[in-house]
C-alpha cells in the first residue's frame, strides 16, 4: 500500500513531560477554550469573566485588533472593519461569500476571498487565527502554563477546503493541532461520557452558521459515528436574515439600497428579536436606517415561525438522509443531543422532537457542550487520561471524494461515511497511443458530473513511458487521515516506474505564506518570547535526543551500520544545541534528528504495532 | 502475520462469518492502531499508525459487507471478477433481471410495486448469501462462486436504484 503524509514544517514531537491540553470551540457566533482541570472539563472564563468569546474582530486603523464582546459592541458603527461570522468564508470562494449576503466588501483572491479591512485585504484564515490566538492566552493565563496541544473542532460536514483553512488558522495562531474534531462528535463525547450512554444516539447542532446531524452507535467506549450530513452554509444568521427580508417587505423598502451599516444593525436588531421570541410571543423589531427611514414592527412567534419553517425543513431533510444512510429509522435512535444556541429556538426543539419521537435532550449547555467534549478528547489525545478512563473514536468523512473521468464524470473513491483513517485506490489508463502524461483532478461532493462538485486540486503525472492506450495502469491512491484531510499521490505500476505526486489542496494558504506570516509574528515577538522560544527548542531537542537513544536501546536491530552512524552523527548536534543561543540553529538541530530519525521510527511503530496485534490473538486462545 | 483481511483479525476466512467477533475484533484493532492513541507521537509513527488504522478499516468495511467479503475471498482465490470478456450470465438470470427492471420502471408511479421489487430483491439476497456459502465454504469452488458474484452485484445495484427511486421521507 503507497500511503503519504503531507510534511508538516515546523511540526516536532510535543514535549513529554508538559501535558495541558485544551478543546477550541471555534463557532460562527461564539467561540470557547476548554480544559480538563481536576478530571473535570471545564470551559475556561475570560478576564471579564464570561465564558464566550464572540467570534468577533474589529481591525483599528492603528494595526491594533480587538476581539469579542468589545468588538461586538461596534459592528454597526464601523462594518467594514468589524469581522463576525468569519467561519462561514473559510475555504471559500468570492461567489459562496457574497451568496451568503452577509455585508463586507470581499476581494477576490485564489483559492479563497478576502475581506477588505482598513489594515488591508484579510484571508479569512487571518481573520480566525486572531480568534484563536485570544483563546490560547486565555488558556495560557488561566492554566499557568504552555500548551502541548489543542483540538480544534470544525463542522462535521465542513468539506476538505474548509478543514485545511481551520487546520491553517490554527498554526498561524501558534497552536499545535493535535486533531481536528467533527462539533457533533464532541457532543456527543461530553453527552456520553457523562450519562454512561449505550446504544444509537442522534446529535442535532444547529449553530449560528452551520448545521451539523450526526448519527452515533455508543458501545463500551466507542463512539462510532455510523453516518453524518449537514449543510455547511445553514445556521442562525440565516434564520436572521430571514427575519431581516420579512421586516423590510414590510416597511416598504428595498434592501438594495441599504448601506452595510443598515444592514449590519437590522441584522443585529432581527437576531435580539429572534432570541427573545424563545421565551416572549412577540418581540419589537425597532431601526432607524442612516437617511433617517425607520423600520418599526412588532413580531409574533407564530410569524417568525412561519418564516422559519422552510430552514427548519431543511435540517430535517438532513437529517432524513442521514438516517437513510445510517440504514435506521428514527425509532431506532434512543436520545436526541442538541447543541448550538440556535437549537433554543422553540420551533426547531418541537420538529426534531417529532421526527424522532422522543423529547430532545436539552440537560448540556447548548453553547458549551462542543468546547467540553473537544476538552475531555484533547485529554485523552494528550495522554492524561486516567486508567480505566479510556475511550475510541471512530469518525466519518462527510463527503465522497472522487476524480474526474473522461466526459466530465465523477468516479467516486472513497464514499461518504467511510470509516477514518481511510486509504483507497483506483487504477486508470492511458487513452492515447504514447501518452506520457495524465492529469488528475481530485474532486468532492455527491453528484454525478464534476461542475456540481468541489474541486479539491489538480494535479499532472508525468513521466509516463511511451505504450499503446489502455496498457499503462494509474494506481490513484486517496488517504484521509484522522483529521479528515485529504492527500493523494499517483503512481504508474505496469512498468515498475515511480512516478508519485503528492498533492496539497489548491486552495487557502500555501505553506510559504504561512510560513512567512510566522516568520513576520516571531520578528515582531518581544526578547521574553524570544527567550521563551530559544528555551522551548532546547528541551525540546534534550527530549527527543532522550527518546532516540532509549529508542536505540530497545530496537537498534532495526538499524544498518550506515543509517546508524547518520543518527549518532545528529545526537551528538542535539546535545551542542544545549550551548547554543540561537533558535534557529537549535530548531535546525532538532530537525535534522527528526529526519534522520524518521524511518527508524516508522520502523519501530510497525514492529511494536505487529507485537501488539500479536499479543492480542494469544489473549483470545488463553 | 496479518496479511490478508482475515488474519489481521485473527479470524478463520470463510463466507460464514460470526459478524459480532468481527465487530469486536475490528474494535480491538482499531483501538490498538488508531492515530489518537499516538497524537503526541512523532510525525513517523503517527503515519505508520494511520496506515495501520486504515488497513483495519478498509479490511473491516471489506469483510462486514457479505458481497464484498465474497468478492474478496475470490479474489484472494485468484478469481479475476474484473474481466470484461466473462460476461456469460446465466439465462435465467437474464430473464430474471429483465424481469426486475421493468418492475423497477413502474416502482417509479407505484409504491405497491416498490415493496413488492424490494420483497423480491431481499429473497434474492438471502438466496444468494446461502449459495455463496456452499460455494464456497463448503464445494470450495471459488470459479463458480465468481459467476454468482457478478449476479449479486447487478442485484445490489437494482436495490440501490430503488433506494434512490423512493422520497425521502
Keep these: 500500500m503507497a500511503l503519504l503524509q503531507i510534511s508538516e514544517p515546523g511540526e516536532s514531537p510535543a514535549p513529554h513531560q508538559r501535558r495541558l491540553a485544551v478543546g477550541i470551540d471555534l463557532g460562527t457566533t461564539n467561540s470557547l477554550v476548554a480544559a480538563v482541570r481536576s478530571s473535570v472539563a471545564e470551559v475556561l472564563e475570560g478576564a471579564d469573566g464570561r465564558p464566550l468569546l464572540p467570534s468577533a474582530v474589529r481591525y483599528l486603523p492603528d494595526g491594533r485588533a480587538v476581539t469579542g464582546y468589545d468588538a461586538l459592541a461596534q459592528q454597526a458603527q464601523d462594518p467594514s472593519n468589524t469581522i463576525v461570522s468569519v467561519k462561514r468564508f473559510m475555504g471559500r470562494g468570492i461567489d459562496e461569500a457574497r451568496a451568503t449576503g452577509a455585508p463586507y466588501e470581499f476581494v477576490d483572491a485564489p483559492g479563497m476571498v478576502r475581506l477588505r479591512t482598513v489594515q488591508g485585504d484579510l484571508s479569512p484564515v487571518e481573520v480566525s487565527a486572531q480568534i484563536l490566538a485570544v483563546l490560547r492566552q486565555r488558556a495560557e493565563d488561566v492554566l499557568g502554563d504552555d500548551l502541548v496541544g489543542a483540538v480544534i473542532t470544525v463542522p462535521a460536514y465542513f468539506d476538505d477546503a474548509q478543514r485545511q483553512a481551520t487546520r491553517d488558522a490554527a498554526r498561524l495562531a501558534g497552536l499545535n493541532v493535535l486533531r481536528l474534531l467533527n462539533e457533533p462528535t464532541a457532543a456527543a463525547i461530553a453527552y456520553g461520557l457523562d450519562n454512561a450512554a449505550e446504544g444509537v444516539y442522534a446529535v442535532y447542532d444547529l449553530g449560528g452558521g452551520t448545521f451539523d446531524v450526526s448519527i452515533l452507535r455508543l458501545t463500551r467506549g466507542v463512539f462510532e459515528v455510523i453516518a453524518t450530513g449537514g449543510d455547511t452554509a445553514l445556521g442562525g444568521d440565516d434564520f436572521d436574515a430571514a427575519i431581516v427580508r420579512h421586516a423590510l417587505a414590510q416597511a416598504g423598502i428595498d434592501a438594495a439600497g441599504l448601506t452595510l451599516a443598515d444592514r449590519r444593525g437590522l441584522l443585529v436588531a432581527a437576531r435580539a428579536a429572534r432570541e427573545a421570541l424563545t421565551d416572549a410571543d412577540t418581540a419589537p423589531l425597532q431601526l432607524m436606517l442612516q437617511d433617517g427611514r425607520v423600520v418599526a414592527l412588532e413580531l409574533t412567534r407564530a410569524q417568525f415561525e412561519q418564516l422559519a419553517q422552510p430552514l427548519v425543513e431543511r435540517t430535517l431533510d438532513s437529517a432524513h438522509r442521514a438516517l437513510r444512510d445510517a440504514g435506521l429509522a428514527p425509532a431506532d435512535v434512543r436520545g436526541v443531543v442538541m447543541v448550538g444556541g440556535a437549537t433554543r429556538m422553540p420551533v426547531v426543539r418541537r420538529a426534531v422532537g417529532e421526527l424522532f419521537g422522543t423529547e430532545p435532550l436539552i440537560d448540556l449547555d447548548p453553547d458549551q457542550v462542543v468546547a467540553l467534549g473537544a476538552a475531555l478528547q484533547a485529554n485523552l489525545l494528550a495522554g492524561n487520561r486516567a486508567p480505566g478512563e479510556d475511550w475510541l473514536l471512530l469518525d466519518v468523512i462527510p463527503l465522497s471524494l472522487g476524480l474526474e473521468t473522461m466526459g466530465g464524470l465523477v468516479e467516486r473513491v472513497i464514499p461518504r461515511n467511510s470509516t477514518i483513517p481511510v486509504a483507497r485506490a483506483q487504477e486508470f489508463t492511458t487513452f492515447k497511443d504514447g501518452q506520457t502524461a495524465m492529469s488528475v483532478h481530485v474532486v468532492q461532493g455527491e453528484r454525478e458530473l464534476v461542475a456540481d462538485c468541489r474541486s479539491l486540486a489538480r494535479f499532472e503525472l508525468r513521466g509516463i513511458p511511451p505504450m499503446v492506450a489502455g496498457a499503462a495502469r494509474i494506481r490513484v491512491t486517496f488517504q484521509v487521515d484522522a483529521d479528515g484531510l485529504l492527500s493523494v499521490t499517483a503512481r504508474e505500476q505496469s512498468t515498475g516506474v515511480e512516478a508519485a505526486v503528492t498533492v496539497k489542496p489548491s486552495y487557502g494558504l500555501t505553506d510559504d505564506e504561512i510560513a512567512g506570516m510566522l516568520a513576520e509574528s516571531v520578528r515582531q515577538a518581544d526578547t521574553d518570547a524570544r527567550a521563551r522560544m530559544l528555551r522551548e527548542q532546547q528541551v525540546e531537542a534534550r527530549q527527543l535526543a532522550e527518546s532516540v537513544r532509549a529508542a536505540l536501546q530497545a530496537d537498534g536491530d532495526l538499524l544498518a551500520a550506515d543509517e546508524r552512524a547518520r543518527v549518532d552523527e545528529c545526537l551528538a548536534q542535539a546535545d551542542a544545541a544545549e550551548g547554543l543561543t540561537d533558535v534557529e540553529a537549535v530548531r535546525a538541530a532538532v530537525q535534522a534528528l527528526s529526519a534522520a530519525t524518521e524511518d527508524f521510527a516508522a520502523r519501530r511503530m510497525d514492529r511494536s504495532i505487529r507485537k501488539a496485534l500479536a499479543g492480542r490473538k494469544l489473549d483470545e486462545i488463553a | ?169
Design chain 2, 1 to 169: 502475520m496479518a496479511d490478508d483481511h482475515f488474519s489481521l483479525f485473527g479470524l478463520p476466512a470463510r463466507f460464514d462469518l460470526d459478524t459480532a467477533a468481527l465487530e469486536r475484533a475490528w474494535r480491538d484493532v482499531a483501538a490498538r492502531v488508531h492515530p489518537d492513541r499516538y497524537a503526541t507521537a512523532s510525525p513517523a509513527e503517527r503515519r505508520v499508525a494511520m496506515q495501520w488504522a486504515a488497513r483495519a478499516n478498509e479490511a473491516y468495511r471489506q469483510l462486514r459487507d457479505p458481497l464484498l467479503r465474497a468478492r474478496y475471498l475470490c479474489e484472494q482465490a485468484g478469481v479475476d471478477l474484473q474481466t470484461e470478456s466473462n460476461t456469460a450470465m446465466d439465462p435465467a438470470f437474464l430473464m430474471q433481471q429483465m424481469e426486475w427492471r421493468e418492475m423497477l420502471d413502474d416502482a417509479r408511479q407505484d409504491p405497491a410495486a416498490v415493496a413488492r421489487l424490494q420483497a423480491e430483491l431481499d429473497q434474492a439476497r438471502e438466496q444468494m448469501r446461502g449459495t455463496l456459502a456452499e460455494l464456497l465454504d463448503e464445494r470450495r469452488d471459488p470459479a463458480q462462486a465468481g459467476l454468482k458474484v457478478r449476479e449479486w452485484m447487478f442485484i445490489e445495484r437494482l436495490a440501490e436504484e430503488l433506494a434512490a427511486a423512493r422520497p425521502l421521507r
